[in-house]
């Protein structure tokens, strides 16, 4: 069975910084690439940033140089650091497993985390 658990949200005042990290268990973890997106009340969820099993990131334009993702193969976690915070990075966070395609984009399989909120505000 797979699971993936977030933590590490919580509230956070602009400019601050947090840490989310999602421990997975149940899949062989450094087959897959790790992604995690963003979901904000009434929007649809949207990719944040991806990283391969050997450690190549992507990212959505609107984080790059502010968010940076990481893996630890040995430890089957990815995290997320986000620094320079912001109000619209006020949302549910959820970590995903799934690949890359032949073009160089993240693709997600339904292995979901149960998401971690994340709330940017003074």
């Known amino acids: 069975q797979v699971q993936l658990v977030e933590s590490g949200g919580g509230l956070v005042q602009p400019g601050g910084s947090l840490t989310l990290s999602c421990a997975a268990s149940?899949?062989?973890?450094?087959?897959?690439?790790m992604g995690w997106y963003r979901q904000a009340p009434g929007k649809q969820r949207e990719l944040v940033a991806a990283v391969t099993s050997g450690g190549s990131t992507n990212y959505a334009d609107s984080v790059k140089g502010r968010f940076t993702i990481s893996i630890d193969n040995a430890k089957n976690t990815v995290y997320l650091q986000m620094n320079s915070l912001k109000p619209e990075d006020t949302a549910v966070y959820y970590c995903?497993?799934?690949?890359?395609?032949?073009?160089?984009?993240?693709?997600?399989?339904?292995?979901w985390g149960q998401g971690t909120q994340v709330t940017v505000s003074s």
């Open positions: 149940g899949i062989a973890f450094s087959t897959y690439a």
């Open positions: 995903n497993a799934g690949g890359f395609n032949s073009g160089g984009s993240y693709y997600s399989y339904p292995y």
